[in-house]
């Protein structure tokens, strides 16, 4: 059982950064890793995948050009770096893994979640 734990959060103003980290309980280098979040009152939403090998990506419309997604050497940690951060970006934001190869952007396609860290972007 993979177990993670996202960390970084915290309360930024507009036009800051802020980098979230997420950390695996176990080598996870197999593994293919997402970011989502929830904004009160929303539905839980992709933000940025990246593939076991590190080699591809994907990013939300709403995000791209400002985030990046991206492995540390171990492998079981994964880091998303958010930039021009705006009120909007305001939300929970949640690490899921999954045991695949390639980047998935669903929630169905990932077996494992962390508990979240909560960003808030001020204007």
């Known amino acids: 059982q993979v177990q993670l734990v996202e960390s970084g959060g915290g309360l930024v103003q507009a036009g800051g950064s802020l980098r979230l980290s997420c950390t695996a309980s176990?080598?996870?280098?197999?593994?293919?890793m997402g970011w989502f979040r929830q904004a009160p009152g929303k539905e839980r939403e992709f933000v940025a995948a990246i593939s076991w090998s590190g080699g591809s990506t994907d990013y939300a419309d709403s995000v791209k050009g400002r985030f990046t997604i991206s492995r540390g050497n171990g492998k079981n940690t994964v880091y998303l770096q958010m930039k021009s951060l705006r009120p909007e970006d305001t939300a929970i934001y949640y690490c899921?893994?999954?045991?695949?190869?390639?980047?998935?952007?669903?929630?169905?396609?990932?077996?494992?979640w962390g508990q979240g860290t909560q960003v808030t972007v001020s204007s």
């Open positions: 899921a893994a999954v045991d695949a190869s390639y980047t998935y952007t669903a929630e169905y396609e990932y077996d494992y």
């Open positions: 176990e080598r996870t280098f197999s593994y293919a």
